[in-house]
Nanobody, 128 residues
């Protein structure tokens, strides 16, 4: 059974940093795409970032480009989201997701429907 578990969320002041982790289990994910989405209160779930397991390509939402960095360690079946220069508008529940195995680059994986499994989410709150 595939399971994704996020951690690392919390409360941080504007301008601060957090690193989210997503540990996957149930299969080998080295050829899968790992992605991060977020959902603010009363809002739809939006794409944040994705990383390909095949070629290491990455893709970011415009709103986080230059501030967030997605990475992964295949040997640990773990993906990370380093979030710097956080803003109050980054406040949301952050979800990890996986898709594949896939030969497509990360640029293809910017919509929810292309992902197969999801974690339970971790809350990130940025105070002003």
């Amino acid at each position: 059974q595939v399971q994704l578990v996020e951690s690392g969320g919390g409360l941080v002041q504007a301008g601060g940093s957090l690193r989210l982790s997503c540990v996957a289990s149930g299969r080998t994910f080295s050829n899968h795409v790992m992605g991060w989405f977020r959902q603010g209160l009363g809002k739809e779930r939006d794409f944040v970032a994705a990383i390909s397991g095949r070629d290491g390509s990455t893709n970011y939402a415009h709103s986080v480009k230059g501030r967030f960095t997605i990475s992964r360690v295949n040997a640990k079946n773990t993906a990370y989201l380093q979030m710097n220069s956080l803003k109050p508008e980054d406040t949301a529940v952050y979800y990890c997701a996986t898709a594949g195995p896939s030969f497509y680059s990360a640029s293809y994986y910017y919509t929810e429907g292309r992902y197969d499994y999801w974690g339970q989410g971790t809350q990130v709150t940025v105070s002003s």
